[in-house]
């Protein structure tokens, strides 16, 4: 169930990226679905609970876009998010491809014909 809201999040931060959209009114349309998956999380780890899933994976790429979308302005707004993104991105494996760049891709998070984040 988590999955359907977190892909429901994920298209409403990347369409709007391509239909030239203005960053604000992407954060606006992004922000309650963000805070309600904060809250669904509470105080657990990961965000279905105390046990690590894909879904965390796909959750914390998505965490990545949005921060470079705005300018943490949602870190700000959910600590307890960038404290998961953190913990994701330390994860044994992950944490050594996270600081190597030459591992893995960052950016960009959108096909260069995106207006934002290309």
Not at 60 to 66: C, F, K, Q
Request: charged share 25%; aromatic share 12%.
């Amino acid at each position: 169930m988590l999955s359907a809201h977190v892909h429901e999040l994920k298209g409403k931060a990347t369409m709007p990226c391509y239909r030239g959209e203005d960053k604000d009114s992407i954060i606006e349309t992004c922000r309650p679905l963000l805070s309600k998956l904060a809250e669904t999380m509470g105080d657990d780890d990961f965000i279905a609970g105390a046990n690590l899933t894909w879904l965390d994976f796909y959750f914390a790429e998505l965490l990545d876009m949005l921060t470079a979308l705005s300018d943490g302005l949602f870190y700000a707004e959910f600590p307890k998010l960038q404290e998961y993104f953190d913990r994701v991105m330390a994860l044994p494996g992950l944490a050594e491809a996270w600081a190597d760049d030459s591992k893995l891709m960052k950016t960009p998070f959108n096909n260069k014909m995106a207006a934002h984040l290309n």
